[in-house]
């Protein structure tokens, strides 16, 4: 059985730093590419917050570009996001996403809220 488990969530102070961290079990992780998007309640659209591909090359959305940071653990199967920085804005449901060919899967999501 997939399955993705983001945890990390929280709340943070503005200029604040979080680390995010999505476990996957059931595939061959190595293999996938990940991403990881954000939706805010006020939006029906998710976000695109940035991409790591299976042979390690990143990505990132405009509005996180210098401040977060994706990576990846293949012996632990686990997908990572450092956000440093962080603003208001930033608040939302993050999820990971794993895709490979027509394969995809996706995360329940954990919250962050930055906010004083």
């Known amino acids: 059985q997939v399955q993705l488990v983001e945890s990390g969530g929280g709340l943070v102070q503005p200029g604040g730093s979080l680390r995010l961290s999505c476990k996957a079990s059931?595939?061959?992780?190595?293999?996938?590419?990940m991403d990881w998007y954000r939706q805010n309640p006020g939006k029906q659209q998710r976000e695109f917050v940035a991409?790591?591909?299976?042979?390690?090359?990143?990505n990132y959305g405009d509005s996180v570009k210098g401040r977060f940071t994706i990576s990846r653990d293949n012996a632990l199967n686990t997908l990572y996001l450092q956000m440093n920085s962080l603003k208001p804005e930033d608040t939302a449901v993050y999820y990971c996403?794993?895709?490979?060919?027509?394969?995809?899967?996706w995360g329940q999501g954990t919250q962050v809220t930055v906010s004083s």
């Open positions: 996403q794993a895709h490979r060919f027509l394969d995809n899967c």
């Open positions: 059931g595939i061959a992780f190595s293999s996938y590419h």
């Open positions: 991409t790591i591909t299976s042979g390690g090359s990143t």
